[in-house]
Antibody, heavy 123, light 106 residues
Framework: QVQLQESGPGLVKPSQTLSLTCTVSGGSMSSSGYYWSWIRQPAGKGLEWIGRIYISGNTNYNPSLKSRVTISVDTSKNQFSLKLSSVTAADTAVYYC???????????????WGQGTMVTVSS | DIQMTQSPSSLSASVGDRVTITCRASQTISGYLSWYQQKPGKAPKLLIYAASSLQSGVPSRFSGSGSGTDFSLTISRLQPEDFATYYCQQSYGTPTFGQGTKVEIK
């Protein structure tokens, strides 16, 4: 049973870089052939997709965040990571990592989610 | 971006009721539509993918339909554990979610 777990600082200062890691357990990222995503949710609000990465390192980012986002993967550690630069209070949210489910080669949904980690941007 | 609009934003219903939530895309998304359930303090849970395919382990009282721009999620007989917020999400373009529909106890 594949499980995801986010980790990283819960407090980041404005203008600094938010860094989070998602650890995948119960299966190998290298042999899975899945895409892996980051999604966030401000308190009391809806969900926003941040971006995704494939095990090859190929990435796709939300155009609204693209200039500030970097997603990387370390298959030796079965982890993928998020970096969001120049953060402001608007980046305060619960950050989730998730697995992209695929049907006949097309990404159709996010089928497995981490529990989420709260990140607050404040001085 | 493809905008996803859910209706209603909230609804009150009783255990045993049939509940339908709709989701409209700002442009055609074929069948690339999924539905999630989220309870307070928890991650979203996938219910339906590809508009009408039931995710493994999800009760059969949940069903999805639609294609193109108009979709719906139906709960045939509402159970106490179904009171939650529901989101639709398109994966045709850059993934986007609806604003959510909160299902509350009447």
């Amino acid at each position: 049973q594949v499980q995801l777990q986010e980790s990283g600082p819960g407090l980041v200062k404005p203008s600094q870089t938010l860094s989070l890691t998602c650890t995948v357990s119960g299966g190998s990222m290298s042999s899975s052939g899945y895409y892996w995503s980051w999604i966030r949710q401000p308190a009391g609000k809806g969900l926003e997709w941040i971006g995704r990465i494939y095990i090859s390192g190929n990435t796709n980012y939300n155009p609204s965040l693209k200039s500030r986002v970097t997603i990387s993967v370390d298959t030796s550690k079965n982890q993928f990571s998020l970096k969001l630069s120049s953060v402001t209070a608007a980046d305060t949210a619960v950050y989730y990592c998730a697995r992209d489910d695929m049907v006949r080669g097309a990404i159709v949904a996010f089928d497995i989610w981490g529990q989420g980690t709260m990140v607050t941007v404040s001085s | 971006d493809i905008q996803m609009t859910q209706s209603p934003s909230s609804l009150s219903a009783s255990v045993g009721d049939r509940v339908t939530i709709t989701c409209r895309a700002s442009q055609t998304i074929s069948g690339y539509l999924s539905w999630y359930q989220q309870k307070p303090g928890k991650a979203p849970k996938l219910l339906i993918y590809a508009a009408s395919s039931l995710q493994s382990g999800v009760p059969s009282r949940f069903s999805g339909s639609g294609s193109g721009t108009d979709f719906s999620l139906t709960i045939s007989r509402l159970q106490p554990e179904d009171f939650a917020t529901y989101y639709c999400q398109q994966s045709y373009g850059t993934p986007t979610f609806g604003q959510g529909t909160k299902v509350e106890i009447k």
